[in-house]
């Protein structure tokens, strides 16, 4: 009988420790043909990243698109709030085999990269894997 009141303690405890992986809640941006939505956590929060330049495969077809080199402002582009050398992740879609950031050293484990942002304003980070290459881009502001 104290198992049974114990467990939903445990459950709890494990949904809180888990809920720094869960995305945003706002709606992810939409992608039919093209690469997964990626988001960013930071410990001001979590924000979607927005699509830059990918060649993505689905299946028998793929598509290719080529974004202008992101400006703060574009649409398209979200503002992240940030610490100054802050450590933030990259939650992806999928497993890429390679990732790098603009003005940042990116590591990268399974669907998550991470970087220490240095400078405010736009970056890209650039994505590879089996079904293709994605780059998504933000804004960072330090506040």
């Given at each position: 009988m104290r198992a049974l009141l114990a467990l939903p303690l445990v459950l709890l405890a494990a949904a809180c420790g888990s809920s720094a992986a869960a995305p945003p809640a706002t709606r992810s941006p939409a992608s039919k043909n093209g690469p997964p939505a990626a988001w960013l956590e930071t410990t001001?929060?979590?924000?979607?990243?927005?699509?830059?330049?990918?060649?993505?495969?689905?299946?028998?077809?793929?598509l290719c698109a080529d974004g202008a080199a992101p400006t703060c402002g574009m649409q398209g582009v979200?503002?992240?709030?940030?610490?100054?050398?802050?450590?933030?992740?990259?939650?992806?879609?999928?497993?890429?085999?390679?990732?790098s950031v603009d003005n940042g050293v990116a590591g990268l484990r399974g669907r998550m990269v991470t970087w220490r942002v240095t400078e405010a304003g736009p970056f890209?980070?650039?994505?590879?894997?089996?079904?293709?290459?994605a780059s998504y881009v933000a804004c960072a502001r330090f506040g």
């Open positions: 001001a929060g979590k924000r979607w990243l927005g699509f830059s330049s990918f060649c993505w495969k689905k299946g028998d077809s793929g979200p503002v992240v709030n940030v610490q100054r050398g802050e450590t933030v992740r990259a939650h992806l879609g999928y497993a890429p085999s390679e990732a890209l980070l650039f994505t590879k894997g089996k079904d293709g290459d």
